[in-house]
């Protein structure tokens, strides 16, 4: 099966973005494909979990259930949570976000993605921003530099907050040093040496959670668009280089953590959501 043919075999959630980013499928093509992910499949069933109360699992980042504290929780909200949702850390509202950044960041992209009122919480990332232009979660407890992880959760959210609403010269100016942060090191390595930071980054997952890799770098700077960053190459043959034999890449690793339902079929096989988002890169990266 061709690698395109084989993508469009699946998920509304997927097949959407395959008609978006890698084919000349018309706007009503994929505004009607984009349409169905609520009623069908993973969107339908995600939907069909959400308790009376808005939320999943009885709560808002921690499986009500859950007492195990090395479990990683999973990244998820609807804006119906607004109404029922708060953090263990605080009690706050889901949408005035806590305390981490990096849970800030995907709150921001949630909220802004779904048309909620989020600023207060991008102005509060705008203030935690460190001197080196990223974030850290750490910072509240002495952390000077910055982190990878961090800073791509913020970053998501921060563009995300900015396209939805046109955002602010503040705002962009804060999402141009976190991305610079990421540039300088080629998205990889140390600032001060050279070396890889952590051989974790070039396995590519899916869902990514919290978690940052060169996959997730890439693919938010296809988001921002425009003519690539000569930086950026090593990332690229990264990429490049984990394309199998069939055009497809794999499902590297699969993060900890409790999910309503696998999106993917298991560590080490052909993955459509990691092949997905290479392609775009790649396209996006050789076609400028």
């Avoid at 929780?73 to 005035?96: C, H, K, M, T, Y």
């Avoid at 509240?140 to 990878?148: D, V």
Wanted: glycine share 10%; net charge negative.
């Amino acid at each position: 099966m061709h690698v395109l043919d084989w993508l469009l075999d699946s998920d509304p959630a997927i097949r959407w973005q395959v008609l978006r980013d890698l084919t000349d499928g018309s706007t009503e093509d994929i505004r009607s494909e984009r349409e169905r992910v609520a009623n069908h499949g993973w969107g339908a069933k995600l939907l069909a979990l959400q308790g009376t109360d808005g939320q999943w699992a009885g709560a808002t980042y921690w499986p009500e259930d859950d007492d195990d504290p090395d479990n990683q929780p999973w990244r998820q909200a609807i804006a119906l949570v607004r109404d029922n949702s708060r953090w263990e850390e605080g009690n706050q509202p889901f949408f005035e976000g806590e305390v981490e950044p990096c849970i800030n960041g995907m709150t921001v992209a949630l909220g802004s993605y779904f048309g909620e009122k989020v600023e207060p919480v991008v102005q509060r990332l705008l203030r935690e921003q460190l001197a080196d232009g990223g974030w850290n979660c750490e910072a509240e407890r002495g952390s000077t530099r910055s982190s990878f992880h961090t800073t791509i959760c913020v970053l998501e959210g921060l563009l995300e907050h900015e396209n939805a609403t046109g955002g602010t010269a503040e705002g962009r100016e804060a999402r141009h040093r976190g991305e610079e942060y990421l540039l300088d090191r080629g998205l990889l390595r140390r600032s001060s040496t050279g070396e890889l930071i952590s051989r974790d980054w070039l396995q590519f997952s899916y869902p990514t959670r919290w978690y940052y890799d060169v996959l997730r770098g890439l693919d938010y700077f296809r988001t921002v668009g425009g003519t690539p960053d000569e930086r950026l190459e090593e990332a690229v043959q990264v990429v490049r280089s984990k394309e199998q034999p069939d055009g497809r890449w794999l499902l590297d690793k699969t993060h900890p953590g409790k999910v309503h339902f696998e999106l993917e079929d298991g560590d080490g096989r052909p993955s459509r959501w990691n092949t997905l988002r290479a392609l775009r890169v790649l396209g996006w990266y050789e076609g400028a």
